[in-house]
């Protein structure tokens, strides 16, 4: 059986997509966690997991200069847009390893062929352990990006490990925004939930992040955290997204049971309270619209 897939996002950060992401492994009695907030991981804060050995994550090239090759004529410093080669022809040139983009332009013109690529390592990823089933993670060297490829490799291989274990589904923590991290995690989603507030900002960014779901053509739910802090613009956020083709709109209330949860280092379902209770009730919504996706696949074929 493939294992279905569950993309939580949102439009901004701070509404508590991590809290449910956390929530929802908790409540799926099997899943794989798929970490794709890359840039700055944390569902790990919350699931403690036993980490399993990193892997090296390339995402680009870097070119290199040989200084015994090089005859310092300076063809490579006048073609590159980015000032990433350093020097002169009294000094000898370099390459700088945070502006290069790894484009190859200055090998390809340099005429004692001086200059070759090399990988750079961008980052790390692992397979972790935590109580409530397998973890993929990764962890984005500082300044460092293409973000994007170690969201894909982040899912690839949670999708492998579902396959590998017999796991049905497979939940995604998504990153905030509409940026190359988060579309990187939508493509082939079974569903999207979208987490979202009821503040301007929160309905603004809502509104993005699902412009770039509708392009992708996906199913997709909205979550209003903490609805109650503004009831009359959670309504209209909901009426919005229901005309828009949301497959449900739940409201979780706000809650500090959450925050402490945090701070306790578990979930909110382990720790208790309010939000707990209508977590849950998102849960069994996103079964149905998972179901529902399914049954629909069904029939097309």
Known sequence: ????????????????????????AALAGGAVLADCDVDAADLHLVLRP??????PFSGRHQA???????????????????????GSAEEGYSV???????CELCRRVCPAEAIRMEPVVNGA????????GPLVHARLGVAEDNSGKLVTLVRNEARRVAEERGLPLIIVDGSPGIGCPVISSLAGADLVLAVTEPTVSGR????????????????????????DLNPELGEQIAAEVTAAGAAFVANVAYDPAVTHAQVAGTDIIDYGGRAATEITEVWEAVG??????????VRDA
């Open 125 to 132: 990823w692992m397979v972790s352990d935590t109580r409530f």
């Open 1 to 24: 059986m493939t294992p279905r897939e569950l993309v939580v996002i949102s439009g901004k950060g701070g509404t508590g997509k991590t809290s449910v992401v956390a929530a929802f």
């Open 204 to 227: 603004h960014d809502l509104d993005r992040v699902l412009q770039v779901v509708r392009q992708f053509r996906l199913p997709f739910a909205v979550c209003v955290n903490k609805a």
């Open 64 to 86: 290199i200069i040989d200084p015994e090759a090089c005859t310092a004529c300076g063809r490579c410093a006048e073609v590159c847009r980015f000032a990433a080669v350093l």
């Open 288 to 297: 149905d619209a998972l179901l529902a996706v399914t049954e629909g696949d």
């Open 50 to 55: 036993e980490t399993g050995p990193e892997h």
């Open 96 to 102: 700088d390893s945070i502006a290069c983009e790894g």
